[in-house]
């Protein structure tokens, strides 16, 4: 039967090794850029709640339904996929608290009684306190202070509220009938292309590890940067896992197994990182392994079942007369690709250090006041300096503040550079011509775009959701220097977040010395672990250190760098000794299992 997920089948082809290399160097700052996660079934499927809702203000005429589009657009970015539980849970929550806050804002904004300036502030500390009760909701609590601002902004007596109110209901309904029911899309999408991720990178790992005949690797900046983004695809498509942590399906399996054995395979990479170049022989087995991982990665995008991956019989063994580590770390390689796709060696990472209830709701309540006082001061800014549309200044405080330092900053980086790019779209596009069929097509490829590369960049984001949100309101509210607001509100609100964060953030930056200090330690403990040869406790160990070291460096070369002293040589120094060590102990980890290997033989 033809439904709207098979009608609409992306197959989406490998991306381009330059493509893939800005992503590393991106990533290494903390700005995220996974174009494996490139979804335009949620384009389309926004397109059509948008769309339909747009025709239904234009048909009607009346400008108060214009919330009801914002309410669909809102939540298709509060469906942020996992099993079907979950989804409904999220949407449902969005749906009727939205609708909660969307009449108390504009309502309490109304009362002569009540300080128009404090009832965005007070909203936004409120709706942040959702995660006390739903910790996984940071979303949907973010976007409930986005309804809170935009409906704050609009001042209205009781019954105009409710008929706002009623408006967000039913956008916020539509939209959660058709995700949920009528179009609910790929359920194991997001994962697979997650999982499909992890195997492109070490792809391109094994590539430039056969094909470095220079220098020993370490010295080789590019294969650091390797590690770092193995290291962190690997979390990524963890996450999306965890999210089906109680299901039994047979994709979930595959996928779990398909993440053990990259992990493996990582490992093996990790030594052969550590050593000097390769023998010939041992480089035609990486260049071949590297072939085999870009298969793997090609199937798990374009597979909708579960079925064997790839691999190949033709892989080459080490020859006998290489070095000892270098033939145990191409032999373990080898092993695992020739396993590919059978189902063992399930992936179950330890998860990270869990905090304690009391520090996580101290944690929620203080992120609840830095949001309440930064929207107040910029709300404050924005009614001194008679901005037109202030709500735009506070939407960008509530998206871009984030209980993570770097994140805050990164965001607010990206949304200034992307609200600038998407403003200056919007007006090119309305110089061009005002027609509003022009102008609808406009918002139905916007919408897509937007959905789209949501999972992908946020820069790139927010670039077609300022083209979005321009378009929207010069069709129902033609003003002249819409989008020019929008490039100065954004950019208010961005710099304001900035400001919050490096003044107001818990405990300030940590000292980038202290983080490499701690990556060498854990690094330390690492290769203590495997001289101990337990398994498990080497398992947590590695994950601990990876995580350590990839923490160390995003410090070191992320946007905190722009407002902290330089690295100092010590701090360098530091760097390349935590990746030697890891270096060491994945080497040494190699082996030893190719000691065990023989005596298991010799008995």
Known sequence: MMTPNNLFKFRLPALPRIARDLARWLELRAIAMTPELLNPMDGLRATVIVASLLFLVILTGERTFSWAIFAGFWACLADTGGPPDRRRRHLLTFTFAGTITAFLSAWLTGLPWIPPLAVAPFMVGTTALLTLWQPEMGLVATLLGVVAVVAAGAAHPAMEAVKMALAFLVGSSWATIILLAIWPG????????????????????????????????????????????????????????????????????????????????????????????????????????????????????????????????????????????????????????????????????????????????????????????????????????????????????????????????????ERIIGSVCGGMLALAILSLSTSPVVIGLMIIIGTLATLALRPVNYTLFVVFLTLLFVLIMNLLQPTDGIAAARILDNVIGSVMAIVVTLVLSPGRARPISDLIAEAVEANRHYLAAIADGDAATVAVARRRAGLASNEAEIAAHGPDRLFGPRLTTEDREGLAAARRLAGEAAMLWHLRNAAASKDGEGA
């Open 186 to 413: 790929a359920q194991w999408l997001p994962a697979r292309q997650a999982v499909a991720g992890v195997f492109s990178r070490l792809s391109d790992m094994a590539h430039d590890i056969a094909t470095d005949i220079s220098a020993p690797s370490l010295e080789i900046a590019r294969l650091g940067r390797h590690r770092r983004a193995v290291r962190l695809a690997i979390e990524r498509a963890n996450s999306q896992l965890i999210l089906f942590n109680h299901s039994d399906n047979t994709i979930c399996h595959h996928l779990r197994s398909a993440l053990g054995q990259a992990d493996a395979v990582f490992h093996a990479l990790l030594a052969l990182d550590h050593l000097p170049p390769l023998t010939p022989e041992s480089r035609k087995t990486t260049l071949e392994a590297a072939a085999i991982l870009t298969a793997c990665a090609d199937h798990l995008r374009k597979s909708d079942r579960h079925r064997k991956s790839p691999a190949s019989p033709a892989l080459h063994l080490p020859a006998d007369g290489s070095p000892p580590a270098e033939h145990a770390a191409v032999s373990a390689l080898t092993r695992t690709l020739v396993t590919m796709g059978s189902e063992v060696n399930f992936f179950d990472l330890p998860q990270k250090n869990r905090v304690t209830p009391q520090s996580r709701q101290a944690s929620v309540r203080a992120a609840a006041l830095r949001s309440a006082l930064a929207v107040a001061i910029v709300t404050l800014t924005a009614h001194l300096l008679s901005l037109n549309y202030p709500y735009w200044a506070t939407m960008a405080v509530v998206v871009v503040l984030n209980p993570v330092r770097h994140v805050s900053i990164s965001r607010g980086i």
